[in-house]
Protein backbone atom coordinates (compact mmCIF):
# COMPACT_ATOMS: atom_id res chain seq x y z
CA UNK A 1 0.00 0.00 0.00
CA UNK A 2 1.69 3.35 -0.55
CA UNK A 3 1.25 6.86 0.91
CA UNK A 4 -1.72 8.13 -1.04
CA UNK A 5 -4.03 5.03 0.05
CA UNK A 6 -3.65 6.03 3.39
CA UNK A 7 -6.69 7.70 4.00
CA UNK A 8 -7.77 6.88 7.65
CA UNK A 9 -7.20 4.83 10.75
CA UNK A 10 -7.76 1.93 9.00
CA UNK A 11 -5.86 2.84 5.68
CA UNK A 12 -2.98 2.62 8.55
CA UNK A 13 -3.58 -0.62 9.94
CA UNK A 14 -3.64 -2.06 6.36
CA UNK A 15 -0.53 -0.31 5.99
CA UNK A 16 1.46 -1.61 8.79
CA UNK A 17 0.25 -5.22 8.08
CA UNK A 18 1.31 -4.84 4.84
CA UNK A 19 5.28 -4.86 6.68
CA UNK A 20 5.83 -8.24 8.28
CA UNK A 21 6.77 -8.44 12.38
CA UNK A 22 10.52 -9.55 11.89
CA UNK A 23 11.41 -7.50 8.65
CA UNK A 24 14.93 -8.33 6.60
CA UNK A 25 17.39 -9.98 8.96
CA UNK A 26 19.09 -6.89 10.50
CA UNK A 27 22.81 -6.83 10.52
CA UNK A 28 23.21 -2.91 11.42
CA UNK A 29 20.71 0.18 11.94
CA UNK A 30 21.46 1.75 8.21
CA UNK A 31 17.92 0.52 7.24
CA UNK A 32 16.19 2.47 9.94
CA UNK A 33 18.50 5.28 10.32
CA UNK A 34 17.47 6.07 6.30
CA UNK A 35 14.18 6.35 7.17
CA UNK A 36 14.90 8.20 10.53
CA UNK A 37 16.56 10.84 8.15
CA UNK A 38 14.26 10.98 5.72
CA UNK A 39 11.77 12.06 8.26
CA UNK A 40 14.31 14.57 9.86
CA UNK A 41 15.77 12.75 12.77
CA UNK A 42 12.67 13.24 14.90
CA UNK A 43 14.66 11.32 17.62
CA UNK A 44 17.39 13.44 17.76
CA UNK A 45 15.39 15.95 19.95
CA UNK A 46 14.04 13.70 22.59
CA UNK A 47 14.97 13.22 26.21
CA UNK A 48 14.69 9.86 26.25
CA UNK A 49 15.33 6.82 29.08
CA UNK A 50 15.91 3.22 27.17
CA UNK A 51 14.95 -0.07 28.52
CA UNK A 52 16.52 -3.65 27.83
CA UNK A 53 15.43 -6.67 29.53
CA UNK A 54 13.89 -10.12 29.11
CA UNK A 55 11.56 -9.70 31.67
CA UNK A 56 10.08 -6.22 33.59
CA UNK A 57 10.47 -4.02 30.98
CA UNK A 58 6.94 -2.91 30.75
CA UNK A 59 5.98 -2.79 34.25
CA UNK A 60 9.43 -0.39 35.28
CA UNK A 61 8.67 1.81 31.78
CA UNK A 62 5.29 1.89 33.15
CA UNK A 63 6.77 2.81 36.92
CA UNK A 64 8.80 5.48 35.15
CA UNK A 65 6.21 7.14 32.89
CA UNK A 66 3.33 7.07 35.42
CA UNK A 67 6.50 8.93 37.65
CA UNK A 68 7.02 11.13 35.61
CA UNK A 69 3.58 12.70 34.45
CA UNK A 70 2.55 12.89 38.36
CA UNK A 71 5.83 15.00 38.27
CA UNK A 72 4.31 17.16 36.30
CA UNK A 73 6.20 16.46 33.16
CA UNK A 74 4.71 16.04 29.72
CA UNK A 75 5.58 12.32 29.43
CA UNK A 76 5.87 9.63 25.89
CA UNK A 77 5.89 6.09 26.54
CA UNK A 78 6.56 3.57 23.82
CA UNK A 79 6.08 -0.26 24.51
CA UNK A 80 5.31 -3.85 23.28
CA UNK A 81 3.59 -5.80 22.19
CA UNK A 82 -0.49 -4.59 23.03
CA UNK A 83 -3.03 -6.07 24.43
CA UNK A 84 -5.88 -4.99 22.64
CA UNK A 85 -5.29 -1.63 20.63
CA UNK A 86 -2.35 -0.55 18.71
CA UNK A 87 -2.33 2.93 19.81
CA UNK A 88 -1.44 0.96 23.32
CA UNK A 89 1.94 1.05 22.56
CA UNK A 90 2.99 5.13 21.89
CA UNK A 91 0.71 7.06 24.46
CA UNK A 92 0.98 10.60 26.36
CA UNK A 93 0.67 11.36 29.69
CA UNK A 94 -1.09 7.50 29.88
CA UNK A 95 -3.60 8.53 26.75
CA UNK A 96 -3.14 6.92 23.40
CA UNK A 97 -2.10 8.39 20.35
CA UNK A 98 -5.28 9.78 18.69
CA UNK A 99 -6.72 7.80 15.25
CA UNK A 100 -6.78 10.48 13.48
CA UNK A 101 -3.18 11.32 14.47
CA UNK A 102 -2.07 7.91 14.17
CA UNK A 103 -3.18 7.62 10.32
CA UNK A 104 -1.43 11.19 9.31
CA UNK A 105 1.71 10.33 11.12
CA UNK A 106 1.37 6.43 8.78
CA UNK A 107 0.74 8.28 6.30
CA UNK A 108 3.92 10.81 6.54
CA UNK A 109 6.24 7.61 7.56
CA UNK A 110 4.77 6.12 4.60
CA UNK A 111 6.14 8.49 2.04
CA UNK A 112 9.62 8.45 3.89
CA UNK A 113 9.53 4.60 3.21
CA UNK A 114 9.10 5.20 -0.34
CA UNK A 115 12.00 7.37 -0.77
CA UNK A 116 14.34 4.78 0.98
CA UNK A 117 16.96 2.26 -1.20
CA UNK A 118 15.51 -0.76 1.51
CA UNK A 119 12.09 -0.75 1.96
CA UNK A 120 12.36 -3.91 4.17
CA UNK A 121 10.85 -2.78 6.83
CA UNK A 122 9.33 -4.42 9.81
CA UNK A 123 5.86 -3.36 12.05
CA UNK A 124 8.07 -2.42 14.74
CA UNK A 125 10.30 -0.16 12.70
CA UNK A 126 7.23 1.51 11.13
CA UNK A 127 5.45 1.84 14.72
CA UNK A 128 8.70 3.37 15.99
CA UNK A 129 8.99 5.82 13.32
CA UNK A 130 5.43 6.99 14.28
CA UNK A 131 6.55 7.21 18.07
CA UNK A 132 9.11 9.48 17.20
CA UNK A 133 6.85 12.09 15.22
CA UNK A 134 4.46 11.80 17.72
CA UNK A 135 6.83 12.95 20.67
CA UNK A 136 8.11 15.23 18.73
CA UNK A 137 5.46 16.82 17.27
CA UNK A 138 3.78 17.09 20.81
CA UNK A 139 6.94 18.22 22.79
CA UNK A 140 7.05 15.20 24.87
CA UNK A 141 9.92 16.32 28.09
CA UNK A 142 10.71 12.78 28.62
CA UNK A 143 10.33 9.51 26.37
CA UNK A 144 10.19 6.80 27.94
CA UNK A 145 11.31 4.27 25.42
CA UNK A 146 11.00 0.08 26.13
CA UNK A 147 13.40 -1.71 22.95
CA UNK A 148 11.40 -4.41 20.95
CA UNK A 149 14.16 -7.26 21.15
CA UNK A 150 17.35 -7.12 22.22
CA UNK A 151 18.93 -3.67 21.79
CA UNK A 152 22.17 -3.35 20.41
CA UNK A 153 20.35 -3.72 17.21
CA UNK A 154 16.99 -2.92 17.86
CA UNK A 155 15.64 -0.18 15.84
CA UNK A 156 14.94 2.33 18.93
CA UNK A 157 18.73 2.16 19.44
CA UNK A 158 19.23 4.90 16.89
CA UNK A 159 18.62 7.76 19.66
CA UNK A 160 21.41 9.44 21.32
CA UNK A 161 22.86 8.91 24.46
CA UNK A 162 19.50 8.53 26.39
CA UNK A 163 19.47 10.21 30.22
CA UNK A 164 19.17 6.73 31.35
CA UNK A 165 19.83 3.29 30.11
CA UNK A 166 18.02 0.44 31.92
CA UNK A 167 18.45 -3.12 32.02
CA UNK A 168 15.74 -4.76 33.90
CA UNK A 169 16.44 -8.33 33.78
CA UNK A 170 18.55 -11.26 31.54
CA UNK A 171 17.14 -14.54 31.09
CA UNK A 172 16.73 -16.79 28.26
CA UNK A 173 14.34 -15.72 25.55
CA UNK A 174 14.60 -14.62 21.96
CA UNK A 175 17.55 -17.77 22.04
CA UNK A 176 17.40 -17.95 18.44
CA UNK A 177 18.25 -14.01 18.12
CA UNK A 178 19.80 -12.94 20.71
CA UNK A 179 22.31 -15.93 22.26
CA UNK A 180 21.91 -19.08 23.93
CA UNK A 181 23.54 -17.81 27.02
CA UNK A 182 22.81 -14.92 29.55
CA UNK A 183 26.58 -13.30 29.23
CA UNK A 184 25.49 -13.66 24.90
CA UNK A 185 21.84 -12.43 25.66
CA UNK A 186 23.45 -9.03 27.80
CA UNK A 187 25.63 -8.47 24.84
CA UNK A 188 23.02 -8.06 22.58
CA UNK A 189 21.57 -5.94 25.26
CA UNK A 190 23.97 -3.45 26.18
CA UNK A 191 24.44 -1.28 23.32
CA UNK A 192 22.03 1.05 24.63
CA UNK A 193 24.20 2.25 27.22
CA UNK A 194 26.01 5.14 25.43
CA UNK A 195 27.50 6.94 28.61
CA UNK A 196 26.11 8.98 31.25
CA UNK A 197 23.85 6.34 33.68
CA UNK A 198 22.95 2.67 33.08
CA UNK A 199 20.67 1.52 35.81
CA UNK A 200 20.46 -2.85 36.02
CA UNK A 201 18.08 -4.44 37.99
CA UNK A 202 19.15 -6.47 41.16
CA UNK A 203 19.18 -10.24 40.36
CA UNK A 204 21.59 -10.14 37.14
CA UNK A 205 23.62 -13.22 36.92
CA UNK A 206 27.15 -12.38 37.43
CA UNK A 207 27.87 -13.60 34.17
CA UNK A 208 25.70 -10.75 32.71
CA UNK A 209 26.68 -8.62 35.04
CA UNK A 210 29.88 -8.58 33.79
CA UNK A 211 29.25 -8.10 29.94
CA UNK A 212 27.37 -4.84 31.35
CA UNK A 213 30.34 -3.69 33.41
CA UNK A 214 32.51 -3.90 30.74
CA UNK A 215 30.15 -2.01 28.63
CA UNK A 216 30.37 0.95 30.98
CA UNK A 217 33.35 1.18 31.60
CA UNK A 218 34.44 1.49 27.69
CA UNK A 219 31.55 3.72 27.10
CA UNK A 220 32.24 5.76 30.32
CA UNK A 221 28.88 5.21 32.22
CA UNK A 222 28.08 5.07 35.48
CA UNK A 223 26.14 1.67 36.53
CA UNK A 224 23.63 1.85 39.35
CA UNK A 225 22.30 -0.79 40.87
CA UNK A 226 19.85 -1.05 43.48
CA UNK A 227 21.05 -1.69 46.72
CA UNK A 228 18.58 -4.82 48.26
CA UNK A 229 20.47 -4.18 51.80
CA UNK A 230 18.10 -0.92 52.16
CA UNK A 231 14.62 -2.62 51.40
CA UNK A 232 12.00 -3.02 54.26
CA UNK A 233 9.02 -5.11 52.25
CA UNK A 234 6.05 -4.74 54.27
CA UNK A 235 2.62 -6.37 53.13
CA UNK A 236 3.08 -8.22 49.58
CA UNK A 237 -0.08 -10.23 48.00
CA UNK A 238 -2.47 -10.05 45.53
CA UNK A 239 -3.22 -6.45 45.85
CA UNK A 240 0.19 -5.29 45.86
CA UNK A 241 2.98 -4.21 48.11
CA UNK A 242 4.07 -1.70 50.02
CA UNK A 243 7.63 -1.92 51.13
CA UNK A 244 10.42 1.09 52.32
CA UNK A 245 13.77 1.65 50.11
CA UNK A 246 16.71 4.17 51.43
CA UNK A 247 14.06 5.28 54.36
CA UNK A 248 11.19 6.24 52.30
CA UNK A 249 7.77 4.30 52.23
CA UNK A 250 6.39 3.37 48.84
CA UNK A 251 3.52 1.20 47.44
CA UNK A 252 2.81 -0.40 44.22
CA UNK A 253 -0.32 -1.55 42.97
CA UNK A 254 0.57 -4.39 40.57
CA UNK A 255 0.92 -7.53 42.36
CA UNK A 256 4.25 -9.98 42.87
CA UNK A 257 7.22 -9.30 44.65
CA UNK A 258 8.49 -9.13 41.56
CA UNK A 259 7.42 -5.62 41.24
CA UNK A 260 9.23 -4.24 43.86
CA UNK A 261 12.16 -5.30 42.06
CA UNK A 262 10.83 -3.41 39.26
CA UNK A 263 10.03 -0.62 41.07
CA UNK A 264 13.48 -0.32 43.03
CA UNK A 265 14.94 -0.23 39.29
CA UNK A 266 12.36 2.99 38.51
CA UNK A 267 13.43 4.58 41.66
CA UNK A 268 16.91 4.19 40.86
CA UNK A 269 16.52 5.80 37.10
CA UNK A 270 14.28 8.50 38.41
CA UNK A 271 16.66 9.03 41.80
CA UNK A 272 19.46 9.57 39.22
CA UNK A 273 17.80 11.43 36.90
CA UNK A 274 16.66 13.98 39.08
CA UNK A 275 20.00 14.45 41.16
CA UNK A 276 19.19 12.71 43.83
CA UNK A 277 15.97 14.52 44.61
CA UNK A 278 14.30 11.53 45.71
CA UNK A 279 16.61 10.26 48.42
CA UNK A 280 18.82 13.49 49.32
CA UNK A 281 18.28 14.66 52.56
CA UNK A 282 17.07 17.79 50.89
CA UNK A 283 14.27 16.74 48.84
CA UNK A 284 14.53 20.02 47.06
CA UNK A 285 11.13 21.64 45.95
CA UNK A 286 12.21 23.52 42.99
CA UNK A 287 12.96 20.56 41.34
CA UNK A 288 9.99 18.32 39.78
CA UNK A 289 10.96 15.01 40.63
CA UNK A 290 10.35 15.09 44.67
CA UNK A 291 9.84 12.18 46.69
CA UNK A 292 6.08 12.45 46.97
CA UNK A 293 5.45 13.63 43.19
CA UNK A 294 6.96 9.95 42.61
CA UNK A 295 5.72 7.89 45.52
CA UNK A 296 1.38 9.16 43.82
CA UNK A 297 3.04 7.93 40.79
CA UNK A 298 4.50 4.54 41.88
CA UNK A 299 0.61 3.43 43.05
CA UNK A 300 -0.99 4.50 40.32
CA UNK A 301 1.40 2.34 37.89
CA UNK A 302 -0.67 -0.83 36.09
CA UNK A 303 -0.14 -2.37 32.75
CA UNK A 304 -2.85 -4.82 31.52
CA UNK A 305 -2.54 -8.58 31.51
CA UNK A 306 0.09 -8.31 33.71
CA UNK A 307 -1.58 -10.57 36.84
CA UNK A 308 -4.41 -8.72 36.48
CA UNK A 309 -7.55 -9.00 38.67
CA UNK A 310 -10.84 -9.34 37.75
CA UNK A 311 -13.70 -9.98 40.09
CA UNK A 312 -16.40 -12.68 39.96
CA UNK A 313 -19.18 -11.44 37.22
CA UNK A 314 -21.49 -12.85 34.79
CA UNK A 315 -20.82 -16.38 36.25
CA UNK A 316 -16.99 -16.21 35.84
CA UNK A 317 -15.01 -17.01 39.09
CA UNK A 318 -12.29 -14.41 40.50
CA UNK A 319 -9.84 -14.30 37.38
CA UNK A 320 -6.31 -13.32 37.07
CA UNK A 321 -4.85 -12.47 33.71
CA UNK A 322 -1.34 -12.85 32.81
CA UNK A 323 0.62 -12.64 29.57
CA UNK A 324 3.77 -13.76 30.97
CA UNK A 325 5.05 -16.30 28.72
CA UNK A 326 8.32 -17.59 29.76
CA UNK A 327 9.65 -19.57 32.08
CA UNK A 328 10.91 -16.48 34.39
CA UNK A 329 7.32 -14.65 34.20
CA UNK A 330 5.96 -18.66 35.63
CA UNK A 331 8.15 -18.41 38.31
CA UNK A 332 6.47 -14.92 39.16
CA UNK A 333 3.56 -16.03 38.81
CA UNK A 334 3.94 -18.81 40.50
CA UNK A 335 4.82 -17.10 43.68
CA UNK A 336 1.80 -14.44 43.71
CA UNK A 337 -0.13 -17.67 43.19
CA UNK A 338 1.09 -19.64 46.34
CA UNK A 339 0.56 -16.31 47.93
CA UNK A 340 -3.49 -17.25 47.62
CA UNK A 341 -4.90 -19.71 49.89
CA UNK A 342 -7.90 -20.98 47.79
CA UNK A 343 -8.30 -23.33 45.35
CA UNK A 344 -7.25 -22.65 41.76
CA UNK A 345 -7.59 -23.78 38.31
CA UNK A 346 -6.07 -22.87 34.87
CA UNK A 347 -6.14 -22.10 31.45
CA UNK A 348 -2.79 -22.18 29.29
CA UNK A 349 -1.65 -21.78 26.27
CA UNK A 350 1.84 -21.17 24.89
CA UNK A 351 3.22 -20.14 21.38
CA UNK A 352 6.10 -22.68 19.87
CA UNK A 353 8.90 -20.08 20.67
CA UNK A 354 8.81 -20.48 24.15
CA UNK A 355 10.32 -23.11 26.35
CA UNK A 356 6.74 -23.91 27.32
CA UNK A 357 8.15 -27.62 28.60
CA UNK A 358 10.08 -25.50 31.55
CA UNK A 359 7.25 -22.98 32.07
CA UNK A 360 4.82 -25.62 32.36
CA UNK A 361 6.91 -27.30 34.72
CA UNK A 362 6.79 -24.41 37.23
CA UNK A 363 3.26 -23.37 37.01
CA UNK A 364 1.22 -26.53 37.21
CA UNK A 365 1.85 -27.32 40.93
CA UNK A 366 -0.04 -24.61 41.65
CA UNK A 367 -3.86 -26.05 39.81
CA UNK A 368 -5.78 -28.76 40.60
CA UNK A 369 -7.01 -28.76 37.04
CA UNK A 370 -5.89 -27.51 34.24
CA UNK A 371 -7.25 -26.70 31.10
CA UNK A 372 -4.39 -26.08 27.56
CA UNK A 373 -6.00 -24.25 24.58
CA UNK A 374 -5.03 -23.18 20.95
CA UNK A 375 -5.88 -21.83 18.15
CA UNK A 376 -5.12 -18.31 19.24
CA UNK A 377 -2.27 -17.74 17.28
CA UNK A 378 -0.92 -19.51 14.15
CA UNK A 379 2.18 -20.68 16.19
CA UNK A 380 0.49 -21.59 19.64
CA UNK A 381 1.37 -25.12 20.91
CA UNK A 382 -1.40 -27.61 20.27
CA UNK A 383 -3.61 -28.34 23.53
CA UNK A 384 -3.22 -31.94 22.77
CA UNK A 385 0.65 -31.27 22.90
CA UNK A 386 0.67 -29.49 26.11
CA UNK A 387 -1.99 -31.87 27.90
CA UNK A 388 0.82 -34.53 26.69
CA UNK A 389 3.59 -32.68 28.77
CA UNK A 390 0.95 -31.68 31.66
CA UNK A 391 -0.22 -34.82 32.19
CA UNK A 392 3.51 -36.12 32.07
CA UNK A 393 3.61 -33.77 35.30
CA UNK A 394 1.15 -34.78 36.92
CA UNK A 395 -1.51 -32.33 36.59
CA UNK A 396 -5.08 -33.12 35.63
CA UNK A 397 -5.58 -31.59 32.80
CA UNK A 398 -8.32 -31.44 29.31
CA UNK A 399 -7.49 -29.98 26.18
CA UNK A 400 -9.95 -27.16 24.48
CA UNK A 401 -9.80 -25.58 20.86
CA UNK A 402 -10.09 -21.51 20.97
CA UNK A 403 -9.90 -19.44 23.68
CA UNK A 404 -13.69 -18.97 24.20
CA UNK A 405 -14.24 -22.42 25.28
CA UNK A 406 -11.25 -22.66 26.91
CA UNK A 407 -12.55 -19.98 29.42
CA UNK A 408 -16.05 -21.57 29.69
CA UNK A 409 -14.40 -24.98 30.47
CA UNK A 410 -11.93 -23.59 33.11
CA UNK A 411 -14.71 -21.09 34.51
CA UNK A 412 -17.13 -24.01 35.00
CA UNK A 413 -14.37 -26.16 36.43
CA UNK A 414 -13.55 -22.99 38.99
CA UNK A 415 -16.51 -22.84 40.86
CA UNK A 416 -17.60 -19.58 42.89
CA UNK A 417 -15.40 -19.83 45.65
CA UNK A 418 -11.84 -20.43 43.46
CA UNK A 419 -9.49 -18.48 41.55
CA UNK A 420 -8.87 -18.83 38.10
CA UNK A 421 -5.97 -18.25 36.47
CA UNK A 422 -5.60 -17.41 33.18
CA UNK A 423 -1.84 -17.12 31.26
CA UNK A 424 0.80 -18.36 29.42
CA UNK A 425 0.91 -16.44 25.83
CA UNK A 426 0.11 -12.82 25.41
CA UNK A 427 -1.82 -13.20 22.49
CA UNK A 428 -3.99 -15.92 24.15
CA UNK A 429 -4.38 -13.29 27.32
CA UNK A 430 -5.45 -10.16 24.40
CA UNK A 431 -8.00 -12.30 23.56
CA UNK A 432 -9.76 -13.05 26.86
CA UNK A 433 -9.21 -9.32 27.93
CA UNK A 434 -11.22 -8.28 24.93
CA UNK A 435 -13.82 -10.64 26.17
CA UNK A 436 -13.46 -9.60 29.76
CA UNK A 437 -13.57 -5.68 29.33
CA UNK A 438 -14.89 -4.78 25.72
CA UNK A 439 -12.72 -4.54 22.40
CA UNK A 440 -11.86 -0.43 23.48
CA UNK A 441 -10.30 -1.90 26.63
CA UNK A 442 -13.33 -0.78 28.67
Known amino acids: ?63 IARSLQYCGY ?28 FARLTRRVAGAAERCLDRSFSQFEILTAVCFLW ?25 PTPEAAVVTSIGLDHTAILGSTEAEIARSKCGVIKGGCAVAAAGISESAMAVLRGRCESVGA ?26 RDFRVSMCGRHQICNALTALEVLDNISGGNIFGENNRSDNKITYENVRV ?9 RLEQF ?35 ALIGMIDTKDYETALEIILPCF ?31 ACHGTADGLALAAGMTGGDGVLFIGGSLYMAAQVRAALVGENGT
Do not use: W
Open 1 to 63: MRMALIKDYEDSLAYLSSFSKQGAPVKDLSRFSALARELGNPQDGLKCIHIVGTNGKGSTAEF
Open 74 to 101: KTGRFTSPYIIDIRERITLNGEFIPRED
Open 135 to 159: FSEQGAEYCVIEAGIGGTLDCTNII
Open 222 to 247: RLVLPDISRVKTGECGLFGSSFSYKG
Open 297 to 305: GMEKAAVPA
Open 311 to 345: PPRDGLPYIILDGGHNPQAMKAAREVLCSDPRKKT
Open 368 to 398: ERVVFTDGFAPNAVSAERLCDVGGGLGAECA
